[in-house]
């Protein structure tokens, strides 16, 4: 990737993120080849479970503008709650475990350029707005061991996300599976019931005014009743 191509997705990043919405995901990095994963489940639809979702959705729309307009919400929502990965101890994880809490899962690679240009976005953004209701969950999805994806996240800085990981690619091909993923980095938004609200494919400054709204509205509830 020569330096131009880095400081023009670097202005992208900034600056078009209404366009992303538009391109839904052009600005990604497309990914040619995954591999068979590590038995991550796809979501378990469950139309009853998810019902008061529909209403939520529907409030949180207004909100997928600016920064955000590339984000676009699901119809119908569904539990994604046996996704896996593991955490930075090795041990495996659902977002079955992150219930009560609503979830921003946010998948990239160190070989990603707008993945590790939107890093920083999301540290900044799980340091505002993270707490026992609200996490970033950010889960690379590199081959191999876990040396580069932690030196990454040191070297520049990255302090607040926690080192989760999926080196088999199984919650990318998951969620490939569904139509959700086509390249990197994916953004999905999934309430404290484990059901999916809205995804996108492509970079955002989530640490905008715009990306600041649309989590804090889900985190907080008040988009989910009249």
Known sequence: MTEKTTRRSTVGLLSVAALLGVLAGAAGVYVMESRSGNGAATQTADAGQ???????????????????????????????????????????????????RSVLLNLWATWCVPCREEMPALDALEKAEGNDRFEVVAVNIDTGGDEKPRAFLSETGVSALKPYRDSSMGIFNALKREGLAFGLPVTLLIDDQGC?????????????????????AVRDGGPASP
């Open 196 to 216: 999916l609200l809205s995804a996108m494919n492509g970079p955002a400054s989530w640490d905008s005014a715009d990306g600041r709204a649309l989590v804090t």
């Open 50 to 100: 998810c019902a008061a979702s529909k209403d939520r959705i529907a409030r949180l729309t207004p909100l997928m503008k600016g920064q955000a307009a590339a984000m676009a919400p699901v119809d119908p929502p569904r539990r994604l709650d046996q996704l896996t990965f593991k955490d930075g101890s090795g041990a495996e994880r659902r977002i079955a475990d992150f219930a009560g």
